[in-house]
């Protein structure tokens, strides 16, 4: 369900930057560069959150915080009407939690894959959890992304938070 690949709206690259400077704010943290947002129909962003991994609950992802928020605090319609914005595609827990809600399109900069092969490139072991894709988990679920103009500020966010120095 991906369509209009690597061609951004203003909006899009706004809401998109955004989410890479929570992702960076993370790293600065401790925890793991991911960053995401929920805006709802009428373009108000309703929720910022980035991953708190560094706590030791690996669950803590962004996306997964944004989807038990939207149950519990919008309507089923305006679930459907929201966007979410995030600076790494959703992992499996999260596109599970993201469908399961009824939440509405993902627009995402950088790929699942594209991380995998960085890890990869870095020389890491894969993580322990397979690396599918949205369209795979929420084939329901439009999505938009990944754009390439994100991808350099992403691969070092990401080097960063592993330790090397320059990846
Ligand atoms: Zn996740």
Do not use: K
Not at 71 to 81: K, V, Y
Not at 155 to 162: D, I, M, N, Q, T
């Amino acid at each position: 369900m991906t369509d209009a690949r690597d061609t951004t709206t203003a909006a899009d690259r706004s809401h998109l930057q955004r989410c890479i400077q929570l992702a960076r704010d993370a790293v600065d943290a401790g925890d793991e560069p991911f960053g995401s947002l929920l805006v709802d129909a009428t373009g108000v962003v309703r929720l910022e959150e980035r991953n708190r991994v560094g706590g030791g609950d690996e669950t803590r992802h962004p996306e997964f915080e944004i989807a038990r928020w939207a149950a519990n605090n919008l309507t089923p319609d305006e679930r459907r009407s929201s966007v979410v914005y995030t600076s790494g595609e959703h992992c499996p827990m999260c596109s599970a939690a993201h469908a399961w809600v009824g939440l509405g399109t993902i627009v995402f900069a950088a790929s699942g894959a594209q991380l995998a092969a960085w890890r990869s490139e870095w020389g890491l072991a894969p993580g322990a959890v397979a690396v599918l894709g949205i369209d795979t988990i929420a084939p329901g679920t439009p999505t938009r992304g990944p754009f390439a103009e994100f991808a350099p500020e992403l691969r070092e966010l990401h080097a960063r938070s592993l330790g090397l120095a320059q990846a």
